[in-house]
């Protein structure tokens, strides 16, 4: 998270962090990328956290995945360690293009109702450019490796489209599809997610609009953050 400040689980109690008991120990807690708290036992995350680069790095198997609820502080001991018990990637996912971004965790034992999120369905308002968000995460602070050990929220806003189809046409940096994305960020640059805040909630007007997915390099003006869209992708977690 660039140009954010420290967040709190209590208020935010649908943040999750997604970790490896691979990695599990050190300053991260094994923490790769964010998540949300669809339902009880459900947690979304970007399905690029699950892609190749990371299932065979860090979590092999679903049984190294560990979810982190109700912890701040990576490090510390608060809240909960809850086993993965299975992972449906959106039939929908694209990892050549990053469109429909999007994973369901099922986890091994149920969090309260009050960790679950509520979702923005097609035409909120929440979706309306110009609408003020925040996003969450333990990822780079800096766009330079450094990441945090807790939890940080920056502000951004829902951004118009066009501003993400400029800036990524297509070609090495990717293209942007508002069917299944979201554009959102900081048009003077300084407040962004980054590497590490992958899968992590995009909240406006209270709702969950968007996961961390993608862009080029973190916090600068002309390059926006991309987000999946939650709201294409709604039937189909119904569905589960
Ligand atoms: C990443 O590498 C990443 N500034 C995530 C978000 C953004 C850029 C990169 C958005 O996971």
Same mark, same amino acid.
């Given at each position: 998270i660039i140009g954010g400040q420290p967040a709190h689980v209590a208020d935010s109690p649908w943040v999750v962090a997604v970790s490896s008991r691979d990695r599990f120990g050190g300053t991260r807690a094994g923490q790769f990328c964010g998540g949300v708290v669809i339902a009880p036992a459900k947690v979304l995350t970007a399905a690029h956290c699950l892609g190749r680069e990371v299932l065979g $790095? =860090?979590? $092999? =198997? +679903? *049984?190294d995945l560990l979810v982190i609820a109700g *912890?701040? =502080?990576? *490090? @510390? %001991?608060?809240?909960q360690e809850i086993a993965v018990r299975g992972t449906w990637i /959106?039939?929908? &996912?694209? #990892?050549? $293009? /990053? %469109?429909?971004?999007l994973a369901v965790l099922t986890l091994s034992r149920e969090l309260p109702d009050s960790s679950v999120v509520r979702m923005a369905k097609e035409?909120?308002? %929440? &979706? =309306? #450019? @110009?609408t003020r968000a925040q996003v969450y995460g333990w990822g780079d602070t800096t766009g330079g490796g450094t990441y945090a050990s807790a939890l940080r929220v920056a502000p951004v806003q829902v951004l118009p489209d066009q501003m993400c189809e400029q800036a990524y046409?297509?070609? $090495?940096d990717g293209a942007y599809e508002a069917g299944t994305m979201l554009c959102a960020g900081d048009p003077e640059g300084g407040h962004d997610a980054c590497q590490g805040d992958s899968g992590g909630p995009l909240v406006a007007r209270g709702r969950? +609009?968007?996961?961390v997915s993608w862009g080029n390099g973190c916090g600068q003006a002309d390059s926006p953050g991309v987000y999946t869209r939650i709201s294409a992708a709604i039937d189909w977690m119904a569905g589960h």
């Open positions: $790095s =860090e979590a $092999s =198997e +679903v *049984r *912890r701040d =502080e990576l *490090r @510390g %001991a608060g809240g /959106n039939p929908g &996912y694209d #990892p050549d $293009s /990053n %469109a429909g971004d035409g909120d308002t %929440a &979706y =309306e #450019p @110009g046409p297509g070609g $090495s969950l +609009v968007g996961l």
